[in-house]
């Protein structure tokens, strides 16, 4: 049995709430502006700024841990749910890196996997994405070799096999 290490460990960028973080600040504008007219309106000034903190915390919260053998997903903030995918079970990487990500040095992960709880997983908005895709594929093909494990797709449209049974 080997020892699992952790190879990278990483979470998400808050440039993911620049869209709500502008909306609530001018949210919080409007209501100051307001309450000129209604005293009232500056208690509503709250609601934004709570609602800020907690997609600040959604975000904090959500952690990747790539390992030796397998990555980890944290997710939650008042509760934490802790999923994970073993390496092997990972078919195929791809990398996004969008304009306003590409800014800031961030590009975001996607993993196609056999796995049947998470199919798909989506690392966003994270640094060094590249360097991190590649320790993905190395480890994957690490842990296959190891483990003598290989990857086989199916295609349905392949049946050649009914035709003979005629």
Request: hydrophobic share 40%; proline share 4%; net charge negative.
């Amino acid at each position: 049995m080997s020892d699992e290490t952790v190879v990278w460990k990483g979470r998400p960028s808050q440039l993911l709430n620049a869209l709500p973080f502008t909306l609530c600040v001018l949210v919080d504008l409007a209501l100051i502006g307001g309450a000129f007219v209604s005293p009232f309106l500056l208690l509503l000034t709250i609601f934004p700024l709570i609602y800020l903190v907690w997609t600040y915390l959604k975000v904090h919260c959500r952690v990747f841990e790539l390992t030796s053998e397998r990555l980890r997903l944290y997710e939650g903030v008042l509760n934490q749910e802790i999923d994970e995918i073993e390496l092997y079970r990972v078919k195929d990487t791809t990398i996004t890196r969008p304009f306003l990500q590409r800014i800031f040095g961030l590009s975001s992960i996607s993993l196609k996997t056999s796995d049947r709880t998470y199919p798909e997983v989506h690392i966003p908005a994270i640094k060094d994405g590249m360097e991190v895709r590649e320790k993905i594929r190395s480890h994957v093909e690490a842990v296959r070799d190891s483990k003598r494990v290989r990857e086989v797709d199916f295609d349905s449209n392949d049946d050649d096999f009914g035709d003979e049974m005629d």
